[in-house]
């Protein structure tokens, strides 16, 4: 049996992780240097492996899981578009992620705080993606 923790948790990375793809995916076509785009492009693949993994989970539980709030996702976009208007360069699209991965992280584990009787697989897939979001940043930091 699946307890409400477990399903708010899981609905609360499906969000965050379909915000790291977007976000990503808006950022592509602006990179530069080829070895950022690669970097950039091996994240969103391992972000949409965990997107599948948590749908597969959510699938388990009968669950629809969550779309990122219309409101995050709008501010993102228009904070990205904003800063690449002023000046388009692989530094500021490492600065821009690095914002929203360190948003992620700090999110992320706030709901593990909330969350503390959610199966441990899902507090596991949400411990990875804040890895996973960790490590982007220290991968994009050359660019700043």
Do not use: F
């Amino acid at each position: 049996m699946t307890n409400d923790d477990t399903i708010k948790l899981l609905r609360e990375c499906d969000a965050g992780v379909k915000m790291g793809v977007s976000s990503i995916k808006d950022m592509q076509d602006y990179v530069k240097d080829d070895d950022l785009r690669r970097c950039l492009g091996r994240c969103r693949d391992s972000h949409e492996r965990l997107a599948d993994e948590v749908q597969q989970m959510l699938d388990r539980r009968a669950d629809k899981g969550k779309e990122p709030p219309v409101m995050a996702k709008s501010m993102s976009w228009m904070k990205t578009n904003v800063m690449l208007a002023m000046k388009e360069s692989d530094s500021t699209i490492a600065d821009l992620i690095t914002d929203g991965c360190n948003m992620g992280v700090k999110s992320l584990h706030r709901y593990l705080n909330q969350y503390k009787t959610a199966a441990e697989e899902a507090k596991d897939l949400a411990r990875r993606l804040a890895g996973l979001e960790e490590s982007l940043v220290t991968d994009v930091r050359q660019w700043l």
